[in-house]
């Protein structure tokens, strides 16, 4: 079927401003934007994922789209490449190229200069039905997807460039760009090659048949609370995956909270953990990847669950972070599992006739998330002398006079430990998130760089987080602060306010009043909340105009892509200021100007 000049077309797009065509002639094309929202969520405002990559995006713009066509009334769509903030100028560069396109095909990839995907034409043919196959795109190299696309919808799909667009110097919308990269093109790269050995049926029907059955993996191989929370996700949403590639360390707790997972273990040392990660030597995900990737078999479609976004500078749980990158749109608050979802209930082990058994665990996996030893030393002694009976569950060897000491020896045992104890004091790690979101033991979480709404659990009598608020936090530093200095974070509360808390949770849960929380400057129970929802704020649409385009882009074209970054530059400080505060901005603007200098 040919297409027709000028028909119909909604195009999507990540952008701060609305767009619209005015030249006569594109009324019948409707640009929709969108932005990817740290907070609010409605139809234009997308869940910010820290799991969902750029192809993730581009389907649930496409899903999007078609939500809002009748049966019969579908057109075709655009998805401009949400990997990047094309500027004014760019778009309508594309977009005069895309009517050229709209006449003789139905499906293209539009490339820059440098073969870098500028967006997709889709037929009106498809519909969400089969959108999964769209989160399987590069965005980063057009040949690739182009074949992607032939291959997984049975149509022609042509990889068209533009030499007058260039997305080189363009912002990448905060995706983590140069470091997966490589990722997302595997990704891609690796479906290609299954659907070509695979799907060797004429007939359409047999065709799409044999692609169907092509099962998806997903790539999450650590770390052990990232592995909980994942499962939690997998178990409440319907998601094309059935498999999951993780370290072997870490089989038992996918097989225990997502046993409808099958497994697919690489045996590697697990990352990040131990002396050498806590003096600053940090494995990125990428290079991780690397060392296992080619070596996972060529049975199905991958997907990539490590990081493709910055996860602690939105307010959206991890769990609810997984369940967009898993494939479920969240359009509004009503639709997240945290915290407004219960949780399990209440779990009390059997009485022992002796006095209540306090676990605690302070290792947080880096220096930063570790309460300082003189803090840890000054909870176990007042523990002690309110005749609490106090276990350290330790990773490595540790020594107090006054406790049980106890080291992890594998998942059952660490299960068995906590079922035999009434309450656990923790960091921002795995044992406190199983102890309150899969067996519901009372449990405190102490904070301290991390942003408490990532990983909270429900308000409850059975769980509270504690920090200061400070407004550094989330700072993303490892192992020094970057405020004052070495390893301790000034967020952490106070032993005492820990041990109130303590006896206020354990007087609640065994009698069943819910007592009164302590001074919220020091207990931030608020944070177990999500705030209210904000809506997008109205500015006026910016007017796309092909009249002088042109001459536009004569004169424009030849520093375009130097002085788009610097302007982005220039938006996204500005940016990370309005949400996040002046001190937060400058502390990354020095973190990434050190590690571009290294380079």
Request: proline letters at 7%.
């Amino acid at each position: 079927m040919t297409a027709v000049p000028h028909k119909k077309m909604k195009l999507g797009i990540i952008n701060e401003s609305s767009l619209v065509l005015s030249d006569p002639g594109s009324q019948s094309w409707v640009i929709h934007s969108f932005t990817i929202s740290r907070s609010a969520l409605s139809f234009s405002e997308i869940f910010d994922s820290a799991f969902g990559t750029p192809a993730r995006y581009v389907q649930e713009m496409f899903v999007r789209l078609c939500s809002l066509e009748e049966p019969g009334q579908e057109t075709p769509k655009f998805i401009f490449n949400p990997l990047f903030r094309i500027n004014q100028l760019n778009i309508a560069l594309v977009l005069d190229a895309l009517r050229k396109v709209a006449s003789t095909h139905e499906m293209a990839v539009l490339s820059d200069d440098r073969g870098l995907p500028t967006g997709y034409l889709l037929p009106a043919s498809l519909t969400s039905k089969d959108s999964r196959f769209l989160a399987l795109l590069s965005t980063v190299n057009s040949t690739t997807d182009a074949e992607l696309l032939q291959r997984a919808y049975f149509a022609a799909t042509p990889d068209i460039p533009l030499n007058r667009v260039s997305l080189r110097w363009c912002d990448h919308n905060g995706f983590q760009f140069e470091g997966n990269r490589s990722i997302y093109h595997w990704v891609a790269d690796r479906a290609v090659r299954i659907l070509a050995s695979r799907v060797k049926a004429s007939d359409h029907h047999e065709a799409e048949r044999q692609r169907d059955d092509i099962p998806f993996t997903a790539v999450m191989p650590y770390h052990a609370g990232d592995l909980l929370f994942f499962s939690i996700a997998f178990k409440h949403i319907r998601s094309p995956v059935s498999r999951i590639v993780i370290n072997r360390a870490y089989e038992d707790i996918v097989a225990d909270n997502a046993p409808e997972l099958a497994v697919l273990p690489i045996d590697l040392p697990v990352p990040n953990r131990g002396e050498d990660f806590k003096r600053g030597n940090v494995t990125s995900d990428p290079t991780y990847f690397e060392h296992f990737c080619n070596q996972l078999p060529e049975d199905s479609f991958y997907g990539y669950y490590r990081s493709s976004r910055t996860y602690n500078v939105t307010k959206f749980h991890l769990i609810d972070q997984y369940i967009f990158g898993l494939g479920e749109g969240l359009r509004s608050r009503a639709e997240l599992l945290v915290p407004r979802k219960s949780g399990p209930d209440l779990f009390v082990p059997k009485p022992s006739g002796g006095p209540h058994k306090i676990l605690l665990h302070f290792d947080g996996g880096w220096p930063l998330k570790i309460y300082a030893e003189d803090q840890q030393e000054q909870l176990i002694d007042l523990l002690c002398a309110k005749g609490y009976s106090v276990t350290v569950l330790a990773s490595t060897q540790y020594d107090h006079p006054k406790c049980r000491i106890t080291t992890f020896k594998d998942y059952g045992h660490f299960v068995g430990l906590l079922r035999t104890h009434h309450l656990l004091v923790g960091m921002d790690s795995f044992p406190v998130h199983y102890a309150v979101h899969v067996l519901g033991l009372p449990t405190i979480c102490l904070f301290a760089n991390t942003r408490p709404e990532n990983s909270n659990a429900r308000p409850a009598q059975n769980y509270l987080s504690l920090e200061k608020g400070l407004s550094c936090r989330p700072c993303a530093a490892i192992l020094r602060c970057p405020l004052y200095g070495g390893s301790h974070c000034r967020n952490f509360v106070a032993p005492e306010t820990v041990i109130t808390e303590v006896e206020r949770m354990l007087e609640a849960v065994t009698t069943g009043r819910t007592a009164p929380h302590a001074d919220p400057v020091t207990s931030l129970s608020a944070v177990n909340t999500f705030d209210p929802q904000v809506k997008k704020s109205s500015s006026k649409p910016k007017f796309i105009s092909f009249k002088y385009l042109g001459l536009k882009s004569a004169l424009i074209w030849p520093v375009l892509p130097y002085s788009s970054y610097l302007l982005r530059l220039y938006e996204e400080f500005f940016a990370v200021v309005r949400s996040d505060g002046l001190l937060l901005a400058m502390l990354r603007t020095l973190r990434f100007l050190r590690s571009f200098l290294r380079r």
